[in-house]
């Protein structure tokens, strides 16, 4: 799967609900070093789920790109060494 990019999605301001724009993402808590183990959640079907381990629900939304969260500023990106 060389080139395929999954978004990582983190909750540093704790919200209960993050609007996304995929189905397939990874969810890493909050920043390092606050993160959880970052896991793999597929919505399927489903508009919305909850990460098992930080509680934040996450809900589809197919007006935002992969890039983009509802409140803003939930996308992680890791920073090089």
């Known amino acids: 799967m060389a080139g395929h990019h999954i978004p990582h999605f983190q909750n540093?301001?704790?919200h209960q609900l993050i609007e996304i724009g995929v189905?397939?993402?990874m969810c890493t808590?909050?920043?390092v070093p606050y993160?959880?183990?970052h896991i793999f959640i597929d919505l399927g079907h489903d508009s919305e789920k909850v990460c098992p381990y930080c509680s934040?629900?996450?809900?589809?939304?197919?007006?935002?790109?992969?890039t983009e969260?509802?409140?803003a500023?939930?996308?992680?990106?890791v920073k090089a060494a």
């Open 35 to 37: 993160d959880h183990p």
């Open 69 to 71: 969260t509802l409140p």
């Open 12 to 14: 540093d301001g704790g």
């Open 56 to 66: 934040t629900l996450y809900r589809y939304n197919s007006s935002l790109k992969a």
């Open 23 to 25: 189905k397939e993402f």
């Open 29 to 31: 808590g909050a920043s």
């Open 73 to 77: 500023g939930c996308v992680f990106h």
